[in-house]
């Protein structure tokens, strides 16, 4: 099988890569084939534009959009790497899932919250997180969280079983990483 990993971060000694190497690690000790979608690396350019919204008047979409939607098309199972930023993720993920998942070719254009047009495909959500599970249990905002990637965005979307793991104390408790990447490991030996 071959698994597309979609990672945003701007620095590549950053942990959330150890995350990546880890995860594909695991993904090639189960026979697995990877990818990488690197979009900072790349080059992506997340602003949405008027163009791409003639999408929804059934325009084509540029060439770019389309080798990214190629790239989903031909993996067996996707995984999207970023870190909680602003108890969101980052503007680059964000803009890469608003242009390339678009109407007609991610999910149908009408209100049907289960009208997804893609295949169904597993899909991982690693996410590092700088809060601790301390301050999580007081601000409660990753069960939100959870719930808006898994139905608003990636379910809406056709991904399905969606394995979302996110590695809290990332950013000032080094003492979790190695736990975490244990995890990170596990879902890439796992995901089918
Ligand atoms: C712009 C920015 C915003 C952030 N916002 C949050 C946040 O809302 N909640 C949180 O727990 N951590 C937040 N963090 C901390 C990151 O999640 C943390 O640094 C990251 O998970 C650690 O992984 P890294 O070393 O690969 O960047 C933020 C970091 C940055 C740079």
């Not at 099988?1 to 990546?20: E, G």
């Not at 880890?22 to 997340?46: C, I, K, M, V, W």
């Not at 534009?49 to 084509?60: C, G, I, K, L, Y």
């Not at 790239?71 to 067996?76: A, I, P, T, Y």
């Amino acid at each position: 099988m071959h698994v597309l990993s979609v990672i945003s971060h701007p620095k590549p000694d950053a942990f959330t890569y150890a995350v990546l190497e880890r995860f594909q690690a695991g993904a090639a000790s189960a026979g697995h084939t990877n990818e990488t979608a690197d979009l900072y690396a790349e080059g992506f350019d997340p602003l949405m534009t008027a163009r791409d919204m003639e999408r929804f008047n059934d325009v084509a979409m540029i060439p770019e959009l389309q080798a990214e939607q190629a790239r989903v098309e031909q993996c067996d199972a996707l995984c999207m790497i970023f870190p909680i930023w602003w108890f969101g993720m980052p503007a680059m993920m964000k803009g890469w899932l608003d242009r390339v998942w678009s109407a007609g070719w991610a999910y149908a254009c009408k209100h049907d919250p289960k009208g997804s047009l893609l295949k169904p495909r597993p899909c991982t959500m690693l996410i590092p997180v700088g809060a601790s599970a301390e301050m999580e249990a007081e601000w409660g905002c990753l069960e939100r969280l959870d719930h808006i990637y898994r139905v608003g965005v990636m379910g809406y979307c056709g991904t399905d079983p969606i394995n979302i793991h996110f590695l809290l104390d990332a950013a000032f408790e080094k003492g979790q990483h190695a736990a975490h990447l244990e995890t990170a490991y596990e879902a890439g030996q796992t995901i089918f």
